[in-house]
């Protein structure tokens, strides 16, 4: 099992940035396909990005990509989410989450293929 926690959230200006950051415990996080999504409030929680084990694949929802790009460094076991060209819209509370190890090689943009959730970080963007 691992353990995700979200740090870098915060308020931003509108066309700003902001980088997220998730942390895993454990020696076997880069074992693990990671992806973030987010939920604004009065919404149900919808994928952002997601990164295979080896960092070969990412996927991004059509509303963000061309402005977030998802990274991770095994050695340091963190997935890193850079948010650019931030806008209103992306206000929400993101949350990172750990696909089960059998499908560390493949990405997915469905909530049920993630079992293991951090308890997310605040991201408000301001117009």
């Known amino acids: 099992q691992v353990q995700l926690v979200e740090s870098g959230g915060g308020l931003v200006q509108a066309g700003g940035s902001l980088r997220l950051s998730c942390a895993a415990s454990g020696r076997t996080f880069g074992l693990y396909a990671v992806g973030w999504f987010r939920q604004a409030p009065g919404k149900e929680r919808e994928f952002a990005a997601t990164?295979?084990?080896?960092?070969?694949?990412?996927r991004y929802a059509d509303s963000v990509k061309g402005r977030f790009a998802i990274s991770r460094d095994n050695a340091k076991n963190t997935v890193t989410l850079q948010m650019n060209s931030l806008k209103p819209e992306d206000t929400a509370v993101y949350y990172c989450a750990a696909r089960d190890l059998r499908y560390s090689g493949s990405v997915s943009p469905y909530e049920h293929d993630y079992p293991y959730w951090g308890r997310g970080t605040q991201v408000t963007v301001s117009s």
């Open positions: 990164i295979t084990n080896s960092g070969a694949y990412t």
